[in-house]
T-cell receptor, first 113, second 111 residues
């Protein structure tokens, strides 16, 4: 069964360092989402791509976060510099089209020390 | 604004039915979803319901939607220890198509 792949599964970093997360959506899925899930809360959308274009990044802290999906397939989310409050689970999801069901990857657990 | 609320915790005995409740605020929501999250894992889609339906049944799962009260519930029949997890309700807003999640309900199943 096709899955959304994310790496790494776990990342520990010191504050002020740069970190990057990678996501490979289900093959053929045009829409890709990055969510942040703080412990004890539900996921919140950071950025949504339709193919290689950003369609919603209203909740992305653009002073330190960036996201790209250059060829409209896999995607990278970067944080530079990381802050203590960035410790969370970062989840990637994909859907066939924008209005379709979203399928989630296993996530990357980030700990900032 | 859009907001989804859930109770934090539910404890049931194995074999009993579980009912997890959710309220939402966006009356233009097109779809409502239930996702399951096991410890340290991503979200697994359990079921969803279109906003013009009031009930959907899928094996042990029954979803009830009261659109007037903006209330959604998930009933799990014959709850098993493997059902222990956090359950998230989510609404899909008509304007943006993005998912708005609740805070999650931790379901603990006692043997």
């Amino acid at each position: 069964e096709a899955e959304v792949a994310q790496s790494p599964r776990y990342k520990i970093t010191e504050k002020s360092q740069a970190v990057a997360f990678w996501c490979d959506p289900i093959s053929g899925h045009a829409t890709l989402y990055w969510y942040r899930q703080i412990l004890g809360q539900g996921p919140e959308l950071l950025v949504q791509f339709q193919d290689e274009s950003v369609v919603d990044d209203s909740q992305l802290p653009k002073d330190r976060f960036s996201a790209e999906r250059l060829k409209g397939v896999d995607s990278t989310l970067k944080i530079q510099p990381a802050e203590l409050g960035d410790s969370a689970m970062y989840l990637c999801a994909s859907s066939l089209r924008q209005a379709d069901i979203q399928y989630f990857g296993a996530g990357t657990r980030l700990s900032v020390l | 604004g859009e907001d989804v609320e859930q109770s934090l915790f539910l404890s049931v005995r194995e074999g009993d039915s579980s009912v997890i409740n959710c309220t939402y605020t966006d009356s233009s929501s097109t779809y409502l979803y239930w996702y399951k999250q096991e410890p340290g894992a991503g979200l697994q889609l359990l079921t969803y319901i279109f906003s013009n339906m009031d009930m959907k049944q899928d094996q042990r799962l029954t979803v009830l939607l009261n659109k007037k009260d903006k209330h959604l519930s998930l009933r799990i029949a014959d709850t098993q220890t493997g059902d222990s997890a956090i359950y998230f309700c989510a609404e899909k807003g008509g304007a943006t198509n993005k998912l708005i999640f609740g805070t999650g309900t931790l379901l603990a199943v006692q043997p």
